[in-house]
């Protein structure tokens, strides 16, 4: 099976989220709480076709590594922000240094899933 590395896929968080309920997707207001001060992070694991991890600063930078199942290494570095109810990153050398806001969904006490939700469009009649 081929795995796309997009960070996308399952974040493995370390600490807790004792007010959250399983499946509920993050505020900012949690995001802020959980990141905002740095924290080290583990990304993907066991099924998700990468691994890694990656510390994310407080003063909104972060850098870390992943490798994938097929061996391929992945530098990461760049910056972050809350907007909103996302986490936005913008990773050189990963999706092209663009800006990716991702939604995080807590599955577990110390682990989200990541998701990228866009705007697909308007419908009107």
């Not at 990461?76 to 922000?81: E, H, N, S």
């Not at 995080?104 to 697909?120: C, M």
């Amino acid at each position: 099976m081929v795995h796309k590395f997009t960070l996308a896929g399952f974040l493995i968080v370390t600490g807790s989220f004792n007010v959250l309920a399983a499946d509920e997707l993050m505020t900012g207001a949690e995001l802020t709480a959980l990141i905002g001060q740095g924290k080290t992070i583990n990304l993907g694991g066991e099924g998700e076709g990468y691994s890694g991890t990656l510390e994310i600063k407080a003063d909104g930078t972060a850098s870390g590594s992943a490798k994938t199942d097929a061996g391929k290494k992945i530098v990461i570095k760049g910056t972050w922000a809350i907007e909103e109810n996302q986490f936005c990153r913008k990773w050189k050398g990963l999706d092209g240094g663009k800006k990716v806001c991702e939604t995080w969904k807590r599955v577990g006490n110390n682990k989200v899933e990541v998701l990228e939700i866009k705007r697909l469009g308007v419908n009107w009649w």
